[in-house]
């Protein structure tokens, strides 16, 4: 199966129903009062976690996701339908971004974890709603209200208890292939793997444990060279770090430096994950070099205070007592799933747009451009072809002293200003 990790796509929540505007027509009630009901809210935009699912491919197929709309609202005070949330479900360990800023939006990592990403537009209210002891007889509704629009970045991070870390060709995919059902492809070269391989290892009849064979690491990794932060990013989710060595040295590969380089790599990367429980696990062991690296390693682990392990992968020697140990070892550190997020702000997604600064910027042109989201959302929502429409508008647009901000900024008779996507020619 091809391994995606890493996709852009996009989302539109559902716009909101719009609102009716009608009156009460019935025999023997000549002026009946407003009776147009409000729309149904728009669907939102809803991921899910599902454990089902071990890639991103599918989504290689489709890049667009719309929610449905509203319904819009009827006569005597009907409310439109609410449209159902769209739910996209992606793997377990998905890190949704936004693409523009790459802000956090969400980090889903357990099974059924939701979060709405955006948001449906609620329904535009039916003119019975702005009917006041003032206004009798209002004859505008509003448009149902945009809903949000996010261009994002979805990465996976694998969700595995056990990572193999190390150098090209010192093992990896033979020990997983030997220790679980993973096939993994093998060959006397580097970079034979080149997507995570994943595989389950059964201790015993009702335990078992995911263990990632994460692709061989190369010097400058945490500076991206080679693949190194596409790789590097699925380790920071595993509980235990199996640090495979070649005790052989066949390649003329000295075994001690190659495990100081790696770490240097993972501090550079990441200085959370130094701090990752190590196994040094010496392979290859069934070669006849390997004994006279086998103390020297021996002295390495004891001196960063780490197990040592001696096996091969090939004869299956010392992977009965490795695996026992790694088991034990998950059994007595229970996984505490913790967000890979860091110091990155997560989006308050519930924010109230009545915060929103209002902005007044130039263009080339020389035009105005008025920023402000609750302002944007009101002139969607407006009908301008109705007289009382317009006017709720510009009562609340001097409300808020656009007008007076306008002013201040030189504002002349005939001037263009823009609000959204409305533009405006003014006029004093």
Sequence with gaps: MQFIDRVKIIVKAGDGGDGKSSFRREKFVPKGGP????????????????????????????????????????VKNQVGRSAEPLVIKVPAGTLIKDQATGEVLADLISEGQREVIARGGRGGRGNARFKSSSRRAPTFAEYGEP???RDLLLELKLLADVGLIGYPSVG?????????????????Y??????????VVQTDYEKSFVIADIPGLIEGAA?????????????????????????????????????????????????????RTQLLIANKIDLPTAAEHLPALERLAESEGIKFFAISAVTHEGLDELMKYVGRWLEEHPAEIVSTVGSVTVIDLDV???????????????????????????????????????RRFQYIWRMKGVDRSL????????????????EFEWRE
């Excluded at 990896?172 to 006397?188: F, G, T």
């Excluded at 130039?362 to 002139?379: M, P, S, T």
Aim: proline share 2%; hydrophobic share 35%; aromatic share 6%.
């Design 147 to 149: 809903g949000e629009a």
């Design 172 to 188: 990896k995919s033979s020990l997983i292939a030997a220790v679980s059902d993973a096939r993994p492809e093998i060959a006397d």
């Design 35 to 74: 009776n147009g009901g409000d729309g149904g809210r728009g669907a939102d935009i809803v991921f899910e976690a599902d454990r089902n699912l071990n890639t991103l491919l599918n989504f290689r197929y489709k890049r667009i996701f719309k929610g449905d709309r509203g319904g819009h609202g009827d």
């Design 352 to 390: 109230r747009e009545d915060d929103d600064p209002i902005v007044i910027e130039r263009n080339d042109a020389g035009d105005f451009i008025v920023r402000n989201k609750n302002l944007e959302k009101i002139v969607a929502m407006t009908n301008f072809n109705d007289d009382e429409g317009l």
């Design 190 to 199: 580097h970079f034979t793997t080149l997507t995570p391989v994943l595989g």
């Design 223 to 275: 500076d991206g060279v080679g693949l190194g932060h596409e790789f590097l990013r699925h380790i920071e989710r595993t509980r235990l770090l199996l640090h495979i060595v070649d005790a052989s040295g066949l390649e003329g590969r000295d075994p001690i430096e190659d495990y100081h380089k790696i770490n240097a790599e993972l501090r550079r990367y990441s200085e959370t994950l130094t701090e």
């Design 407 to 422: 002013r201040e900024r030189g504002v002349k008779e005939g001037m263009t200003v823009h609000i959204g996507l409305m």
